[in-house]
């Protein structure tokens, strides 16, 4: 059964809940796409059929790497894309800043240890409200070069995870390139999705790393893409 966000358990007043309006969302969405294209030459995605296809009867959890400022944007547009009921989680600081996303589903997440758990649980909330809700989480915490190794992720993402019992998980990752054009371009890689149901036995850290492994593994998947130009099987948005 579908439930709004608003029908979530009130949670402290400093803490910014997610406030989604489609009305903003499809104005944002025009001036989003105009955006994104006066900055990059295009846009190419490999593997989005999986966000296409995904199963509504079970929620979805997108981990990505953070490589930039605009990773939160690229997401509202693959999301657009796939049609999906996108959630995010962000930094409260700039959330603050730029409050007008929670129109877009973004609510916040603060360094100290009880705005960290008390927005782990309104994350798995959300999800278990309604089944075919995504949640985007960036487990980095912060914008880290691409090529960084080793890639380290905190345990917010295997957090929501425990607290949903049964979701997919599905690993994304982000890479911004110049390949002899003026403008740089985009490039995204997405894994295929794993279905996770916890049991007595879960470790979240031992989840954390299996989210760090799979990561690195699909951003070195997609450096050798992008370097050697095998990316005839991306779908261009544009």
């Not at 690229?74 to 007008?100: G, K």
């Not at 916890?198 to 699909?218: E, Q, R």
Request: positive net charge.
């Amino acid at each position: 059964m579908k439930l709004p966000v608003e029908s979530i358990a009130a949670y402290p007043e400093n803490m910014l809940a997610a406030k989604k309006s489609c009305l903003f969302e499809k104005i944002f969405a025009l001036y989003n796409r105009n955006l994104i294209k006066r900055r990059f030459h295009s846009y190419q995605v490999s593997g989005l059929d999986y966000l296409i296809n995904k199963n509504p009867y079970i929620p979805l959890l997108i981990y990505a790497n953070h490589t930039s400022w605009w990773d939160g944007l690229l997401a509202f547009e693959i999301s657009r894309a796939a049609r999906l009921d996108s959630f995010i989680m962000m930094d409260e600081l700039n959330l603050r800043r730029f409050f007008l996303f929670q129109r877009l589903g973004a609510f916040s997440i603060s360094r100290d240890f009880r705005g960290m758990r008390e927005s782990i649980k309104y994350s798995a909330d959300l999800m278990l409200a309604d089944s075919n809700r995504t949640l985007w989480i960036f487990p980095q915490a912060e914008i880290v070069p691409t090529d960084f190794r080793p890639i380290h992720f905190y345990n917010g993402a295997a957090r929501i995870v425990e607290k949903v019992g049964k979701c997919f998980t599905v690993p994304l990752a982000f890479r911004l390139e110049f390949t002899g054009e003026f403008k740089p371009e985009i490039f995204v890689n997405i894994g295929k999705p794993n279905l996770l149901e916890t049991d007595k036995g879960f470790n979240s850290k031992s989840l954390t790393a299996d989210f760090s492994k799979i990561m690195t593994s699909l951003l070195d998947e997609l450096k050798f893409d992008v370097i050697n130009k095998k990316t005839a099987h991306y779908r261009k948005f544009w």
